[in-house]
């Protein structure tokens, strides 16, 4: 099993910037999470998914940020405009539902830097 | 709701000693707890999960932990600390049972291990 796959790794891009990050779950997975990691606010949840449906977008910081999963083995993350303030890892993870213990499985992550 | 609170954001100990990382949750609901670990650049990794079976839980890598629901505690232990071992810690929890449940992590624990 290939694991969670996201692209880019890394994204250095200016201000007022579009900027996309993908996603693709592991296989039979049908739950997706995008997280946000910075030193100060830790892992935040941004948005999850349940059999691509938008189940719980409360992360969300502004209409700045949007996602969509247009199939289950995809998902994107988009920023725009960019700030240097979304600068951070985000973290994709994908889950079973069918598995009681909610366990994710966790990508590699795509460290944004927005100058 | 639920919540987790890691004591102490940075944990020194010697290689060979033993490594101890707390962790306590509030929970409104019965709990499922997790601990997951980051390696410098990496996604997180799942190292054990707690989901009402057996309250001390084995994991990878000679971690364990033990849920204690008198202390509201589920502190993460090794007897004998590794070099490899250095990494951030992640203690998490969510509710027991069926539907949408966020996974709440806490805002971390680096371990370094000392030569």
């Known amino acids: 099993d290939a694991g969670v796959i996201q692209s880019p790794r890394h994204e250095v891009t200016e201000m007022g910037q579009e900027v996309t990050l993908r996603c693709k779950p592991i296989?039979?997975?049908?739950?997706l999470f995008w997280y946000r990691q910075t030193m100060m606010r830790g892992l935040e949840l941004l948005i999850y998914f349940n059999n691509n449906v938008p189940i719980d977008d409360s992360g969300m910081p502004e209409d700045r940020f949007s996602a969509k999963m247009p199939n289950a083995s995809f998902s994107t993350l988009k920023i725009q405009p960019s700030e240097p303030r979304d600068s951070a890892v985000y973290f994709c993870a994908s889950s079973s539902t069918d598995r009681a213990s909610y366990e994710q499985y966790f990508g590699p992550g795509t460290r944004l830097t927005v100058t | 709701a639920q919540s987790v609170t890691q004591l102490g954001s940075h944990v020194s100990v010697s290689e060979g000693a033993l490594v101890l990382l707390r962790c306590n949750y509030s929970?409104?609901?019965?709990?499922?707890l997790f601990w997951y670990v980051q390696y410098p650049n990496q996604g997180l990794q799942l190292l054990l999960k707690?989901?009402?079976?057996?309250?001390l839980v084995k994991g990878i890598n000679g971690f364990e932990a033990e849920f204690k629901k008198s202390e509201t505690s589920f502190h993460l232990t090794k007897p004998s600390a590794h070099m490899s071992d250095a990494a951030e810690y992640f203690c998490?929890?969510?509710?027991?049972?069926?539907?949408?449940?966020?996974?709440?992590f806490g805002i971390g624990t680096k371990l370094q291990v000392i030569p």
């Open positions: 296989s039979g997975h049908n739950s």
């Open positions: 707690y989901t009402s079976a057996a309250t």
């Open positions: 998490a929890v969510t509710g027991a049972g069926g539907g949408y449940q966020k996974v709440t």
């Open positions: 929970s409104s609901v019965p709990p499922y």
